[in-house]
């Protein structure tokens, strides 16, 4: 049970290149969440998922996309990475809305 | 808006001192709360929740937290901290009106041996 996984673990960018990350649960959870984490500012939601096929914005949604075709796996995409976007990405999934949110082990993306 | 506040950005303590981290959320209603722990270099994990009942929650490795809905509470302690316990620690809330779980900015214990 690996619970969820993320890949790449690190990456860094050129400004304007492109790029995804992968996400992935074995836990059947409905939801599943991008984060990003930021010094001093804790965790902030990008972007979510309520079941395959469907996504929403979170609370700095821009410059990034979001594809959950598969109910295990959440994709975020960069389409012209920006310094701004230099941070630890974080996912996450959890059964239901309220409860337990379980996380990933985070990318940490450089953006030059 | 909605909001959770950390009230200590940074803590240091000696072995076998006594912990609070304090931990604030601005909205009323039903509302979930959790104190989440990131130990250097790996993910977060949770450490403990309040749902309903018992005010006092027990979670992992020793912690514990008091919801007080008076004052929009919910404190992080624990009675002795050990050198293990360095690594930095979340309080998110998760209110029905808002629909999605919000982090405070999270607080760094160092525990020197």
Redesign the interface.
């Known amino acids: 049970n690996a619970g969820v996984t993320q890949t790449p673990k690190f990456r860094v960018l050129k400004t304007g290149q492109s790029m995804t990350l992968l996400c992935a649960q074995d836990m059947n959870h409905e939801y599943m969440y991008w984060y990003r984490q930021d010094p001093g500012m804790g965790l902030r939601l990008i972007h979510y998922s309520v079941g395959e096929g469907t996504t929403a914005k979170g609370e700095v949604p821009d410059g990034y996309n979001v594809s959950r075709l598969k109910k295990q796996n959440f994709l975020l995409g960069l389409e012209s990475a920006a310094p701004s976007q230099t941070s630890v990405y974080f996912c996450a999934s959890s059964a239901t809305q309220r409860d337990t949110q379980y996380f990933g082990p985070g990318t940490r993306l450089t953006v030059l | 808006a909605q909001s959770?506040s950390q009230h200590n950005?940074h803590v240091i303590l000696s072995e076998a001192a006594s912990l609070e981290l304090g931990c604030n959320y601005s909205y009323g209603g039903t509302v979930?709360l959790?104190w989440?722990v990131q130990y250097p270099g790996?993910?977060?994990?949770?450490l403990l929740?309040y749902?309903s009942g018992d005010p006092l929650v027990k979670g992992i490795k020793g912690f514990e937290a008091e919801f007080i809905k008076s004052k929009f509470s919910f404190n992080l302690r624990k009675p002795s901290v050990q050198w293990s316990d360095t690594a930095e620690y979340?309080c998110a809330a998760?209110s029905?009106g808002y629909?999605?779980?919000i982090?405070?900015?999270?607080t760094r214990l160092a525990v020197h041996p």
């Open positions: 959770v950005h979930n959790f989440y790996q993910h977060l994990q949770l929740k749902f979340f998760f029905g629909n999605k779980l982090f405070g900015a999270g």
